[in-house]
């Protein structure tokens, strides 16, 4: 018996599905068992229809949900309109009418998510979004299946194509903030408004699914601290490479002895690690484990095809539970109980780029002050003394973020010291 | 009801089941929905059942195979003896006994799995061997459950960590082949005979089972053309660089129009790529495909604890199965017809490194070689003129097996010119 889906949404990444079910239709039938077919595909007026319709896009067009979640024909609802409204609605509409349903929609699962999980449960059906993190990279589903026998220390990862593209201008080619944004809204990587990308807020909703896959355990978007890449300067590029680094967004996730510490920061990764050639609008997800020890999973974050593939994937599987007869499990089974990390177990080393005024003592004084909070240095750089004013760069040893926020107070108050810039410095 | 392991040895990888049992028992027991105990584990003799009882190993250790086969209490039967017998023979007799199967022995997948498979397959057993392909790398299952929208044109794997290691050496600290192979024998990388994981028959053996999940084809391990590292010289390595490239050995399966094509060889690598980055005994597959594009799954090709885990995934994946009712399944379901590749349409470029004597004319003969075959040159680079001999160092433009096989053929019988190496160039 034929799959039937109904799409909602027929933008960048729903319009790749007919590629994959016309290109690859031979393989997925057979994973499938069955015929996957497109029986409606809901946009949003008429305009809209007739414009496809002219296109050559021979599908049932709709323009009411209604005609999508009363037909009882279609097994699988298709989510691919983006946005919390009314992407939330039609999404409980379709739970509720009895649909499986299949989404990419990160910003709406990382907010609602339990409730839309909860729902699915309470029906027994399907609710799966594979393409929500990393697009092309099947991360959900191998954390889920594959990685059930490890325990999970830290996931890492580069989860933001457009930032990761405009570090990897900034990185390889020295072009400032500004230029790299400018090229990266030319591209069309970047949209008009860039502050969820740049800001880290995309990579934190993905820190939050992955919390749940990894860690078994559901923290809010406001549990996420994100800072962006905005700060970044030359000068902190060229430090890094001078230093043995390259600077990335990190998405970390770590689970300590008094909980989970999720964050997203411009980091220092060494140029051995595996992250630091993960380079343009390329994503990838490093998991550190007790088991397997390191591993990382590597694709396009992004991108029609890549995105419609896991999408598609999603379909799959729901087609292979419904043959089954096992299609009531959640996307992700393992749940403990959430705990959040007390910030003084949340240990790493930082870089500091602190500018003083160029006299004597500066240093022993900058010393004293992290001195006082137990903090340690590894490396100690004196930079671009002009006469009046000289740039200190300090890595420390490890420090928890509780002295990380008291050094900093503590250099706030103190008004010839001006802290440039602090980020994160990632081990090998 | 608890599930009932019977564990076929007890060496490096058996002996790291119970550090997972125990450090993620929680984890495991809530994924499989049952506790998972070791009831008995087959040793050679009564010796090393003492050995190993007096060394505070706490099993019911057993010297024959038939105390496991015929223990109605065990389900799964999960041999990590190695070698072809009496591996073999044991699994067919847990199978036929009705026990579900786990291995990681790739040697035996490789050129007897298919009997074993439909074994397996008529009994509707589960028959599970994820560690059998870069031990901690979850790739089988992932192909075969996250990748099964998409279509895999090529795979390119650094499968084999003993060569991979060697090679990162002669690239990063400019070792012969020699200094390298002896300090991979003092660190336990290589065996006394090295020749399985030199010679790239290890890696073959990969290829065979990453055909079947990867393109749904069963190849031949004679259908896998094998060469391996024991030819590259100093020489290689270092025009390699300064051409931009590193020398890895690469597993790489394609799908052609005429069919599949398999092998395994020394290969240039473009710097860029991400498999330049996988270094020492880390392993990786790059997987090419029509959906996701360029994806790639990085972590340790061995070792106790990762190959323990993947190990311990195909348990638990069992365990699940065995829940739900589905457990007669095939652990790869994608199969078509084999058909092996023509070689006129297996196309790569190539390196040649050419002795010639160091006089007039030779480059023109050479071209003219070359160019009888329709092969056209994309580098050339002339070394090490000294008066008697020099090297020359080609690169050519795509060119196919065929062409290969007749140029070198031609370039043989030409007694002034020797091959000194020629290796697969791969692309960005
Ligand atoms: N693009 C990617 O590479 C990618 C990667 C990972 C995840 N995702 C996620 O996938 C989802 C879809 O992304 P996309 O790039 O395909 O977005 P898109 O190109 O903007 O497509 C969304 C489509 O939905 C339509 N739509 C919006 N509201 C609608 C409504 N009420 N009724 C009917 N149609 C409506 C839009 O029409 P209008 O244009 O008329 O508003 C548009 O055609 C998003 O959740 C996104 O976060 C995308
Ligand atoms: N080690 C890795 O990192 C790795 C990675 C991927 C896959 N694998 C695969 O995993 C399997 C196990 O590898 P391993 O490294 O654990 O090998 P190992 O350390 O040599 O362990 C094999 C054990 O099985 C025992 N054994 C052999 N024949 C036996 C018999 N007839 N009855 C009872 N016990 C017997 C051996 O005893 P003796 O020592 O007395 O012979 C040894 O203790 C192999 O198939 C290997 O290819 C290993």
């Known amino acids: 018996m034929t799959i039937k889906l109904g799409l909602l949404g027929f933008g960048t990444v729903a319009s790749g599905i007919?590629?994959?079910l016309e290109e690859n239709g031979e393989k997925i039938t057979a994973a499938a068992k069955r015929q996957i077919e497109i029986a409606k595909v809901l946009v949003k007026d008429d305009e809209e229809k007739n414009r496809l319709l002219a296109a050559g896009h021979d599908y049932h067009f709709v323009?009411?949900?209604?005609?999508?979640?009363?037909?009882?024909?279609?097994?699988?609802?298709?989510?691919?309109?983006?946005?919390?409204?009314p992407a939330k609605t039609f999404i409980t509409k379709a739970l509720e009418a009895g649909k499986h349903v299949v989404s990419a929609n990160k910003d709406l699962i990382a907010s609602h998510g339990k409730e839309l999980i909860s729902l699915a449960q309470e029906k027994q059906l399907?609710?799966?979004?594979?393409?929500?993190?990393?697009?092309?990279?099947?991360?959900?589903?191998?954390?889920?299946?594959?990685?059930?026998?490890?325990?999970?220390?830290?996931?890492?990862?580069?989860?933001?194509?457009?930032?990761?593209?405009?570090?990897?201008k900034m990185v390889d080619e020295g072009w400032s903030y500004e230029d790299a944004l400018k090229t990266a809204q030319e591209l069309g990587y970047a949209e008009s408004d860039p502050t969820n990308d740049v800001e880290g807020i995309d990579a934190a909703y993905k820190a939050v699914i992955l919390s749940q896959f990894g860690f078994g355990m559901t923290i809010c978007l406001e549990d996420v601290t994100h800072k962006g890449i905005s700060t970044i300067s030359t000068?902190?590029?060229?430090?890094?490479?001078?230093?043995?680094?390259?600077?990335?967004?990190?998405?970390?996730?770590?689970?300590?002895?008094?909980?989970?510490?999720?964050?997203?920061?411009?980091?220092?990764?060494?140029?051995?690690?595996?992250?630091?050639?993960?380079?343009?609008?390329?994503?990838?997800?490093?998991?550190?484990?007790?088991?397997i020890g390191q591993s990382m999973y590597y694709?396009?974050?992004?991108?029609?095809?890549?995105?419609?593939?896991?999408?598609v994937a999603d379909i799959v599987r729901i087609a292979r539970r419904l043959n089954d007869a096992t299609v009531g499990k959640a996307f992700n089974e393992f749940t403990r109980e959430t705990t959040i990390a007390d910030l003084s177990d949340v240990k790493s080393r930082y870089y500091f780029a602190i500018?003083?005024?160029?006299k004597k003592?500066?240093?022993?004084?900058?010393?004293?002050?992290?001195?006082?909070?137990?903090?340690?240095?590894?490396?100690?750089?004196?930079?671009k003394a002009n006469g009046e004013t000289a740039r200190v760069v300090i890595v420390t040893h490890e420090m928890s973020k509780t002295a990380l926020a008291n050094v900093t107070a503590k250099l706030a108050d103190v008004v010839e010291f001006k802290v440039l810039n602090s980020f994160k410095v990632l081990g090998e």
Do not use: C, W
């Open 361 to 383: 003592g500066q240093l022993l004084r900058l010393a004293e002050i992290f001195n006082a909070e137990n903090i340690s240095f590894e490396q100690v750089l004196q930079h």
């Open 126 to 168: 399907a609710f799966y979004y594979e393409a929500a993190v990393a697009g092309g990279i099947p991360i959900l589903r191998t954390l889920a299946n594959s990685l059930t026998s490890d325990k999970i220390t830290r996931i890492l990862g580069v989860l933001n194509g457009t930032s990761n593209f405009m570090l990897t």
């Open 63 to 85: 323009t009411s949900i209604d005609e999508i979640v009363s037909d009882d024909s279609i097994d699988i609802v298709v989510e691919l309109m983006g946005r919390i409204e």
């Open 355 to 358: 500018e003083t005024p160029d």
């Open 299 to 311: 694709g396009p974050g992004a991108g029609q095809k890549p995105t419609a593939t896991s999408v």
């Open 235 to 291: 000068d902190d590029v060229a430090v890094a490479q001078q230093l043995g680094y390259v600077i990335k967004l990190i998405v970390s996730i770590e689970e300590t002895p008094s909980g989970l510490f999720a964050e997203v920061s411009p980091s220092f990764v060494p140029k051995s690690h595996p992250l630091a050639s993960v380079n343009g609008v390329m994503n990838a997800v490093f998991v550190e484990s007790i088991g």
């Open 18 to 20: 007919p590629f994959l």
